[in-house]
């Protein structure tokens, strides 16, 4: 195989100015460019994309920020992630910051430290005035993860107004004491679902007993908990709103064991249509968020942030997502005048 | 905050000595190192990790190369992983292979390019003369992943008896005519499971129909096409080996549909006692590894190579496993005297 050697012999010029040409570097004039390229071409040399990597200080590599790879909803979205950034010849790297401040900082470190060219943030833990300085080392792109700031573009679907279809549905089935339950951090993810969902009660004449809110449900585990502590506390709940499919099936779960009907006594909404919840007896009524066209957007603008230093307007991307409704909610026919 | 400008001024030495002291170089005379850290306690000056650790080309992160974070046994992993990695002050980047041979290299080469100090390889696709090489730029130690070869240490079970296990549980269980699933790709893990699969039944004098051997099936909705298969064209089948708990999951979901009663018209072993096998009705038998001690003590002796350069001895460490059996296979009590 020809080394950079052989292309400086036959182009009769020193390894340093082929080097300066695979490398697209300045000061080489237009016709020792010719002779190289020329040389190279008759060498069949390819130059070594490891090694240019190295001297042009560019890593070629993309970091995803999330919570944790557990969650099935991250996982996908990282192998979205990862089939777009390929196309564009980046490889990625996923950091998980369960959701501590310090570790997403840590983490954006990555981008000082010049170990990656670029950040999607699908996990946003810190205020932004703390994130927003290292802008300065590299492009960042939100996704999934929002909030009312300007200089940085994001790629989510609505989850306030998810919330609230979510809960308009719960309503719609009968159900008039409804729980709420979520994850201890409060994004603004999380503040924009609580606002759908009071917002529904609050359409439909509704009280919301906050003893009935529990913001400690991550997992399959925590949805079996939330389920104890409402049929000891609360045994009139009689719909739930959960965020997560995974505290979802917890709860059908728990509730089967202990002779619980799902829906009738309890109808139950998830959040992501992960596999989990159609496989769950009685299967999982949730919400869809297209992850695919997402990450295909994260992507493509964050490819061109970092090919392009001045480029370009920050800006929102808003996606639709989907209602998909399963025996865990269906407790009547839903109207075929409803909104939904 | 105290700045390294104004140690050196309190020591009455040059900015340039108190960054050699900081960075652990020579050429500092101990005198003037004592004068330097005492002025650094005076002062409570904290040297920024960031900043050392571009100086000091060491980037106090570990890769961690695994097929695809979607399968739960690789996301429990990495979660303990992270945790074992984390009181060592050691950020982990997860990197996702796919099975892919280049990709596994590409990510590799993290090592070459310094972008990371060390590698945990829980993915090993390509033959083990194409890894080694990389031994030279850094230190690789195989988790969960094995091979016959010297040179790198190991952590993992034994997955060959674990599938021997498995089999000889649904024999003595009752079935005869057996059904065998894996992935496609041949890694080490699934030669050995296989060979221990086909010991078990060459134990019990049964023989195996290579044509009820499936061995594109990773997930939940290949478990599905598992079982439409077998349905359609091997009917007699009533018990089989899956290798994973997703593709366990699926088989016992369409069996549910195609109204096959689990486990008597067909017996189910998943493996990894992922939730989901216990979410499943009936739960699914599978088999256990200790995520936490593997986890633990594959960073123990990363570290322990990062540290030491000339370390160490390379050592294979192999853990125990436990047979969960849960309904999906539990045709009949299963004998005391059984050797399980």
Redesign the interface.
Known sequence: MATIEDVAKLAGLSRTTVSRVINDQPYVTEEKKKRIIHAMKDLGYVPNS?AR??RSQR?E?I?VLLP???N?F???L??SL?REASKADY??????THDKKQ?EL??L??L??K?VDGIVMASLTNDWEDVEPYLTSGPIVLCNEYMRVDGVSMVHIDHRQAAYDSTTHLIRQGCKHLAYASGAHKTYIALERRAGFLEALAKYDLPFDTDMELDWAL???DGQKVFQFLKEHHPQVDGIFTGSDEVA?GIV?AASQSNWTIPNDLAVIGFDNQ??SL???PAVTTVEQPIDEMAAKTIEVLVEKMSDKRSSQNRRFIYPYQLIIRDSTKRHPVSSSAQL
Request: glycine residues 2%; charged residues 20%.
């Open positions: 490891s990597r190295l890593t590599t970091a944790r790879v557990t099935p991250f996982g996908h990282i192998e990862e490889q990625v790297i996923v950091c998980q570790k840590d983490y470190q990555l000082k430290t170990q997992d399959v585990s099936a779960y596999m989990l496989l769950m007896v």
